[in-house]
């Protein structure tokens, strides 16, 4: 029997799923496969605040279509990104793939990441919807450093 919160993550992930196709069609995309420098607004806004990211393993949570995880893989990072919708995820590969980039896409909740990477998976967490990099003492403790 469903609870009430399986519920609400069903319907959230179903409301997701059903964003993808316009998503994909209204986030430009074509930019991302024509300009091989070309970066998310988002990623460029945060530039600054990230500092250099070149070299690190980033895994990018609640990344949707990808735009910004091949964005801070074009920054240097080796990404990874996590999404519960696997529509989402499937347009986020064909976009890594057609831009010629490897990202290592996963599909579960948030709040499952550490099971779907492994534990010693992510050394940074970047969560650019805040608009802020953060090492969370939860993930330090999940991942053991």
Do not use: K
């Not at 992930?13 to 059903?18: K, M, T």
């Not at 919708?85 to 064909?94: E, F, G, I, K, Y």
């Not at 599909?107 to 940074?124: H, I, M, R, S, W």
Request: with cysteine; aromatic share 6%; charged share 20%.
């Amino acid at each position: 029997m469903s609870t009430p919160h399986d519920d609400a993550i069903l319907t959230n992930r179903a409301n997701w799923d059903s964003r993808v196709p316009f998503h994909e069609q209204g986030y430009g995309l074509e930019r991302y496969r024509t300009d091989p420098t070309y970066l998310s607004d988002t990623v460029r806004y945060d530039v600054p605040r990230l500092g250099p990211i070149a070299g690190l393993s980033v895994v990018h949570l609640q990344c949707h279509i990808g735009t910004d995880t091949l964005s801070l893989a074009r920054l240097g990072a080796r990404m990874s990104g996590l999404d519960f919708s696997q529509p989402a995820l499937d347009v986020a590969t064909r976009l890594a793939v057609d831009c010629g980039t490897s990202i290592d896409y996963r599909c579960a909740d948030l709040y499952d990441a550490v099971e779907a990477f492994g534990p010693a998976q992510t050394t940074t967490q970047v969560s650019v919807q805040t608009r802020n990099v953060e090492l969370t003492e939860a993930t330090q403790d999940q991942i053991g450093r």
